[in-house]
């Protein structure tokens, strides 16, 4: 069974930083890409990083470029995200994915940002 549970959200004021951890589990986590989503509240949910299997690949959207870092440890079957300049539109629940299990999604982790 594949699963994922993200952790580390939480409330910050405006320019603060966090970082985001997922731990992965029910399949080969080495093997896939990974991915960060976010939905803030009557929005659609949006991609806002990827890393590939290896690490060596990443892309962000245009939002949270030069802010946002994905990284992954395949040891540990985690990655992350680290965010720093945190602005208020950043506010969502936030996500880790494998678009190669596209039915799994975890709870997800709250990430408020406000002064």
């Known amino acids: 069974q594949v699963q994922h549970v993200e952790s580390g959200g939480g409330l910050v004021q405006p320019g603060g930083s966090l970082r985001l951890s997922c731990a992965a589990s029910?399949?080969?986590?080495?093997?896939?890409?990974m991915r960060w989503y976010r939905q803030a509240p009557g929005k659609e949910r949006e991609l806002v990083a990827s890393?590939?299997?290896?690490?060596?690949?990443?892309t962000y959207a245009d939002s949270v470029k030069g802010r946002f870092t994905i990284s992954r440890d395949n040891a540990k079957n985690s990655v992350y995200l680290e965010m720093i300049s945190l602005k208020p539109e950043d506010t969502a629940v936030y996500y880790c994915?494998?678009?190669?299990?596209?039915?799994?999604w975890g709870q997800g982790t709250q990430v408020t940002v406000s002064s």
């Open positions: 994915y494998a678009p190669s299990f596209p039915r799994y």
């Open positions: 890393i590939a299997s290896t690490g060596d690949t990443t």
């Open positions: 029910g399949f080969t986590f080495r093997a896939f890409t």
